[in-house]
């Protein structure tokens, strides 16, 4: 069974510190590991696709890592507005369409 | 920009109601998925379609049905809301294979008294 777990479940980060999110999954045949980002009574928004492991991608201050096991989404010099639940999900051969969603990580960064 | 709009962003609703939650997109996406987020048991699927007319149920079903007459049109009913169903309802779309991911809508938080 495809499966997605995140960690830590709640992060609280000075501005400035650096610090990275894990998401571990199994899967069979990964076809994309999404990140997505939620602020409060919002909707996820997207932020990276990664298809393939060594694959890396980045965006202002966030970079998105995979290996064959996990993704890690590093935060480099965090601001307060970078609070926020980050969500990741993968999807796998046998899930046609169908993302499976770890729980999530919230950050908070406090000035 | 693909875009996913959810008719109300906050509803109240009384025991025992029968509830609409209208979710359309513009991107003529095949798939769309409806969700509920609760805090600590993070997104659950509660339904999902592959096309028109389709349906297919998703892990948590019970007490929710939908209707999708049209492709950008995915409506998620309450038969007869309770508190329990008290919740963010998002929806979501993304082509066939899912290859790019979802789109999100903005959520619709419901309150059931």
């Known amino acids: 069974e495809d499966q997605v777990t995140q960690s830590p479940e709640a992060l609280r980060l000075q501005e400035g510190e650096s610090s990275s999110l894990n998401c571990s999954y199994t899967?069979?045949?990964?076809?994309?590991l999404f990140w997505y980002r939620q602020d409060p009574g919002k909707g996820p928004e997207f932020l990276f696709t990664l298809y393939s492991a060594g694959e890396e991608k980045e965006k202002e201050r966030l970079k998105a890592t995979l290996t064959k096991k996990e993704s890690f989404l590093h935060i480099t010099a965090p601001k307060p507005e970078d609070s926020a639940t980050y969500l990741c999900a993968v999807l796998g051969s046998s899930n046609t369409g169908k993302l499976i969603f770890g729980q999530g990580t919230t950050l908070q960064v406090k000035p | 920009d693909v875009k996913v709009t959810q008719s109300s962003r906050y509803l109240v609703k009384r025991t025992g109601e029968k509830v609409f939650l209208e979710c359309v997109q513009d991107?003529?996406?095949?798939?769309m998925f409806w969700y509920r987020q609760d805090p600590g048991l993070g997104l659950r699927l509660i339904y999902f379609?592959?096309?028109?007319?389709?349906?297919e149920k998703g892990d948590i079903p019970e007490g929710y049905s939908v209707s999708r007459e049209k492709k950008e049109r995915f409506s998620l009913i309450l038969e007869s809301a309770s508190t329990n169903q008290t919740s963010m309802y998002l929806c979501?779309?993304?082509?066939?294979?899912?290859?790019?991911?979802?789109?999100f809508g903005s959520g619709t938080r419901l309150t059931v008294v």
């Open positions: 899967v069979s045949g990964l076809r994309g």
């Open positions: 379609s592959y096309d028109v007319k389709m349906k």
């Open positions: 979501a779309s993304s082509l066939t294979a899912g290859d790019y991911g979802y789109t």
């Open positions: 991107m003529d996406h095949e798939n």
